[in-house]
Protein backbone atom coordinates (compact mmCIF):
# COMPACT_ATOMS: atom_id res chain seq x y z
CA UNK A 1 0.00 0.00 0.00
CA UNK A 2 1.16 3.97 -0.49
CA UNK A 3 3.52 4.67 2.22
CA UNK A 4 3.97 8.39 3.79
CA UNK A 5 4.44 10.87 1.25
CA UNK A 6 5.68 14.26 1.56
CA UNK A 7 6.09 17.36 -0.94
CA UNK A 8 8.19 18.88 -2.31
CA UNK A 9 10.71 16.48 -2.15
CA UNK A 10 13.46 19.77 -2.46
CA UNK A 11 12.94 23.43 -2.10
CA UNK A 12 15.04 26.13 -2.41
CA UNK A 13 14.42 29.41 -1.24
CA UNK A 14 16.37 32.57 -0.20
CA UNK A 15 16.42 33.77 3.24
CA UNK A 16 13.07 35.64 4.79
CA UNK A 17 10.91 33.66 2.60
CA UNK A 18 8.34 31.56 3.84
CA UNK A 19 8.22 27.94 3.24
CA UNK A 20 5.33 25.37 3.39
CA UNK A 21 6.11 21.33 3.28
CA UNK A 22 3.41 19.19 3.12
CA UNK A 23 3.01 15.69 4.35
CA UNK A 24 0.37 12.99 3.72
CA UNK A 25 0.67 9.81 6.29
CA UNK A 26 -0.29 6.21 5.59
CA UNK A 27 -4.20 6.43 5.60
CA UNK A 28 -5.66 5.57 8.80
CA UNK A 29 -3.05 6.66 10.70
CA UNK A 30 -3.78 8.82 13.44
CA UNK A 31 -0.15 9.92 15.10
CA UNK A 32 1.66 11.78 12.58
CA UNK A 33 5.13 13.37 13.65
CA UNK A 34 7.53 15.80 12.14
CA UNK A 35 11.62 15.37 12.72
CA UNK A 36 14.30 17.47 11.00
CA UNK A 37 17.81 16.05 9.96
CA UNK A 38 20.72 18.69 9.71
CA UNK A 39 24.55 18.12 9.71
CA UNK A 40 25.78 17.62 12.50
CA UNK A 41 22.74 17.78 14.59
CA UNK A 42 21.45 14.07 13.75
CA UNK A 43 17.53 13.78 13.69
CA UNK A 44 15.41 15.18 15.92
CA UNK A 45 11.79 15.70 17.23
CA UNK A 46 9.78 18.96 16.08
CA UNK A 47 6.52 18.33 16.61
CA UNK A 48 3.45 15.51 16.75
CA UNK A 49 -0.06 15.31 16.42
CA UNK A 50 -2.66 12.97 17.70
CA UNK A 51 -5.56 13.62 15.41
CA UNK A 52 -5.43 16.80 14.72
CA UNK A 53 -4.17 18.30 18.12
CA UNK A 54 -0.62 18.78 18.81
CA UNK A 55 -0.08 17.80 22.67
CA UNK A 56 4.05 18.22 22.14
CA UNK A 57 5.28 21.31 20.91
CA UNK A 58 8.45 21.52 22.31
CA UNK A 59 10.67 20.23 19.40
CA UNK A 60 9.75 23.16 17.30
CA UNK A 61 12.88 25.59 17.50
CA UNK A 62 11.51 28.97 17.35
CA UNK A 63 8.23 31.25 16.97
CA UNK A 64 9.34 31.20 12.75
CA UNK A 65 7.58 27.39 12.82
CA UNK A 66 4.09 26.34 13.52
CA UNK A 67 2.08 23.27 12.10
CA UNK A 68 -1.30 22.36 11.86
CA UNK A 69 -3.10 19.03 10.72
CA UNK A 70 -6.36 18.99 9.19
CA UNK A 71 -9.23 16.11 8.78
CA UNK A 72 -6.41 13.73 10.63
CA UNK A 73 -4.70 13.66 7.56
CA UNK A 74 -2.79 15.58 5.72
CA UNK A 75 0.10 18.02 8.05
CA UNK A 76 1.69 21.24 6.77
CA UNK A 77 4.89 22.47 8.63
CA UNK A 78 5.62 26.14 7.98
CA UNK A 79 8.64 27.79 8.50
CA UNK A 80 7.92 32.13 8.01
CA UNK A 81 11.43 34.10 7.85
CA UNK A 82 13.66 31.19 6.73
CA UNK A 83 16.96 31.32 8.01
CA UNK A 84 19.86 29.53 6.58
CA UNK A 85 20.31 27.08 9.85
CA UNK A 86 16.75 26.15 8.75
CA UNK A 87 18.69 24.18 6.09
CA UNK A 88 17.96 20.37 6.68
CA UNK A 89 15.82 17.50 5.48
CA UNK A 90 12.41 17.99 7.16
CA UNK A 91 11.01 13.96 7.89
CA UNK A 92 7.50 13.31 8.23
CA UNK A 93 6.24 9.97 10.07
CA UNK A 94 2.82 8.38 11.06
CA UNK A 95 1.66 5.36 13.12
CA UNK A 96 -1.01 3.78 13.68
CA UNK A 97 -1.64 5.67 17.05
CA UNK A 98 0.43 7.21 19.54
CA UNK A 99 1.78 4.22 21.34
CA UNK A 100 5.52 3.31 21.94
CA UNK A 101 4.64 -0.21 20.43
CA UNK A 102 3.29 1.71 16.93
CA UNK A 103 6.15 1.95 14.19
CA UNK A 104 6.81 5.03 12.65
CA UNK A 105 6.98 4.85 8.90
CA UNK A 106 8.76 7.79 7.45
CA UNK A 107 8.81 9.45 4.43
CA UNK A 108 11.12 10.76 2.15
CA UNK A 109 11.64 13.86 3.39
CA UNK A 110 11.66 16.60 1.91
CA UNK A 111 15.29 18.84 1.42
CA UNK A 112 15.29 22.84 2.20
CA UNK A 113 18.39 24.55 1.33
CA UNK A 114 18.07 28.36 2.47
CA UNK A 115 20.15 30.85 0.54
CA UNK B 1 25.34 15.48 27.05
CA UNK B 2 23.21 14.21 24.34
CA UNK B 3 20.72 11.93 25.59
CA UNK B 4 21.55 9.04 23.04
CA UNK B 5 25.37 8.53 22.51
CA UNK B 6 26.90 6.21 19.81
CA UNK B 7 30.00 5.99 18.08
CA UNK B 8 30.06 7.41 14.92
CA UNK B 9 32.62 5.23 13.36
CA UNK B 10 32.60 4.78 10.30
CA UNK B 11 33.05 0.59 10.69
CA UNK B 12 34.71 -0.23 7.97
CA UNK B 13 34.86 -4.02 8.01
CA UNK B 14 34.85 -7.57 5.21
CA UNK B 15 32.30 -9.20 4.17
CA UNK B 16 31.25 -12.33 6.62
CA UNK B 17 32.40 -10.14 9.63
CA UNK B 18 30.89 -9.64 12.78
CA UNK B 19 30.59 -6.35 14.17
CA UNK B 20 28.92 -4.95 17.03
CA UNK B 21 27.65 -1.32 17.50
CA UNK B 22 26.93 -0.02 20.96
CA UNK B 23 24.54 2.75 22.38
CA UNK B 24 24.19 4.46 25.59
CA UNK B 25 20.68 6.75 27.06
CA UNK B 26 21.20 8.66 30.15
CA UNK B 27 17.24 9.34 30.56
CA UNK B 28 16.22 6.62 32.85
CA UNK B 29 12.78 6.78 32.51
CA UNK B 30 13.31 5.75 28.63
CA UNK B 31 10.94 3.23 27.94
CA UNK B 32 11.15 1.57 24.14
CA UNK B 33 14.12 0.96 22.47
CA UNK B 34 14.95 0.47 18.79
CA UNK B 35 17.50 0.40 15.95
CA UNK B 36 16.65 2.11 12.83
CA UNK B 37 18.42 1.75 9.69
CA UNK B 38 19.16 4.20 7.10
CA UNK B 39 20.76 4.33 4.01
CA UNK B 40 22.38 7.42 1.93
CA UNK B 41 19.99 10.13 1.51
CA UNK B 42 17.06 7.92 2.51
CA UNK B 43 14.68 8.38 5.24
CA UNK B 44 14.95 5.97 8.58
CA UNK B 45 13.36 2.48 8.55
CA UNK B 46 12.79 0.02 11.44
CA UNK B 47 15.63 -2.20 12.13
CA UNK B 48 14.14 -3.88 15.05
CA UNK B 49 12.84 -3.39 18.66
CA UNK B 50 15.09 -3.93 21.43
CA UNK B 51 13.52 -5.61 24.88
CA UNK B 52 14.97 -6.73 27.59
CA UNK B 53 15.41 -10.50 27.05
CA UNK B 54 17.27 -9.43 23.54
CA UNK B 55 15.62 -10.10 20.61
CA UNK B 56 17.41 -11.96 17.19
CA UNK B 57 16.01 -11.16 13.98
CA UNK B 58 18.13 -13.85 11.43
CA UNK B 59 21.88 -12.27 11.21
CA UNK B 60 20.86 -9.35 13.84
CA UNK B 61 20.95 -9.30 17.07
CA UNK B 62 19.59 -6.65 19.87
CA UNK B 63 20.46 -6.61 23.25
CA UNK B 64 18.97 -4.20 26.55
CA UNK B 65 20.97 -3.42 29.53
CA UNK B 66 18.29 -1.26 31.69
CA UNK B 67 21.06 -1.55 34.91
CA UNK B 68 23.84 0.08 32.89
CA UNK B 69 21.24 2.23 30.29
CA UNK B 70 23.00 0.64 26.93
CA UNK B 71 21.98 -0.96 23.87
CA UNK B 72 23.73 -3.37 21.34
CA UNK B 73 23.17 -4.53 17.92
CA UNK B 74 25.31 -7.38 16.82
CA UNK B 75 25.32 -8.23 13.05
CA UNK B 76 26.53 -11.68 12.01
CA UNK B 77 27.76 -12.83 8.61
CA UNK B 78 27.95 -8.81 7.27
CA UNK B 79 26.72 -8.73 3.54
CA UNK B 80 27.53 -5.28 1.20
CA UNK B 81 23.71 -4.48 1.87
CA UNK B 82 24.44 -4.39 5.79
CA UNK B 83 26.16 -0.94 4.66
CA UNK B 84 23.88 1.81 6.19
CA UNK B 85 23.63 4.55 9.34
CA UNK B 86 22.52 2.67 11.85
CA UNK B 87 20.50 4.76 14.63
CA UNK B 88 19.75 3.90 18.31
CA UNK B 89 16.64 5.44 19.20
CA UNK B 90 15.19 5.88 22.29
CA UNK B 91 11.64 6.51 23.49
CA UNK B 92 10.97 8.46 26.75
CA UNK B 93 8.26 7.80 28.84
CA UNK B 94 4.93 6.95 26.80
CA UNK B 95 5.35 10.08 24.54
CA UNK B 96 5.73 8.19 21.12
CA UNK B 97 8.60 11.01 20.22
CA UNK B 98 12.05 9.23 18.83
CA UNK B 99 14.74 10.18 20.16
CA UNK B 100 17.73 9.50 18.23
CA UNK B 101 21.65 9.36 18.63
CA UNK B 102 24.04 10.32 15.95
CA UNK B 103 23.85 7.03 14.14
CA UNK B 104 26.93 4.94 13.37
CA UNK B 105 28.22 4.62 10.19
CA UNK B 106 28.86 0.77 8.47
CA UNK B 107 30.57 0.26 5.23
CA UNK B 108 30.70 -3.85 4.60
CA UNK B 109 33.44 -4.34 1.60
CA UNK B 110 33.87 -7.37 -0.44
Known amino acids: GAGVSQSPSNKVTEKGKDVELRCDPISGHTALYWYRQSLGQGLEFLIY????????KSGLPSDRFSAERTGGSVSTLTIQRTQQEDSAVYLCASSLRQLDTDTQYFGPGTRLTVL | RKEVEQDPGPFNVPEGATVAFNCTYSNSASQSFFWYRQDCRKEPKLLMS???SGNEDGRFTAQLNRASQYISLLIRDSKLSDSATYLC???????????FGQGTTLQVKP
Open chain 2, 89 to 99: VVIRGNTGKLI
Open chain 2, 50 to 52: VYS
Open chain 1, 49 to 56: FQGNSAPD
